[in-house]
């Protein structure tokens, strides 16, 4: 099953006008784009765990970032707010899932910056089930700094993006193989 959309927040609500476009590529100009892909593993039973630990936030969680949202799983149209840090120091990254798919071969999300996000700008998280039976998840973004700290954070971001996309798959990794 593939979803696109919901009945949550109106797409309007977004802060950029290239919705779902992490489904494809190339990604959209004027935007740092990110695209990762980690093994995971092999065969269908951890194509199956590791799809269900992105869908249901599991991967995120254990990578260290909190997540609120009212879906225990991803769920087009819902928001749902990544905290990045402890106490005072949490950014808060409000976003909206824009995107699922559960196909068979593929299975994941995409979400978007709200306003209030510090970025503007789409990012996915996709488990596909190779040919060869691999198990690979693809990490997939364009972004653009907003907010004054991120703008002057400059080339540091990507690099920031990059290194967390690289832990969600050592983690997801991790927890596919349980």
Do not use: N
Request: glycine content about 12%; charged content about 20%.
């Amino acid at each position: 099953m593939t979803s696109t959309g919901g009945p949550g927040t109106p797409a309007s609500r977004l802060t950029y006008p290239e919705l779902g476009a992490t489904r494809r590529w190339p990604l959209p100009g004027g935007y740092h784009q990110l695209r990762v892909r980690t093994a995971v593993g092999h065969g269908p039973a951890v194509f199956e765990r590791a799809g269900q630990a992105v869908l249901d936030w599991r991967m995120h969680r254990a990578v260290g970032v909190s997540i609120r949202s009212s879906e225990p799983v991803a769920t087009p149209g819902r928001p749902v707010v990544v905290g990045l840090g402890v106490g005072r120091l949490r950014l808060r990254a409000p976003c909206e899932v824009v995107w699922t798919v559960a196909d068979g071969s593929r299975t994941g999300f995409g979400y978007g910056t709200l306003p209030g996000h510090p970025e503007c700008g789409e990012e996915s998280f996709v488990v596909g089930l190779e040919s060869d039976d691999s198990v690979v998840l693809t990490v997939t973004a364009f972004s653009r700094p907003v907010a004054w700290y991120t703008r002057m954070a400059g080339p540091l971001v990507p690099v920031l993006q990059r290194a967390y996309a690289r832990r969600c798959g050592r983690v997801l990794r991790r927890l596919a193989a349980a």
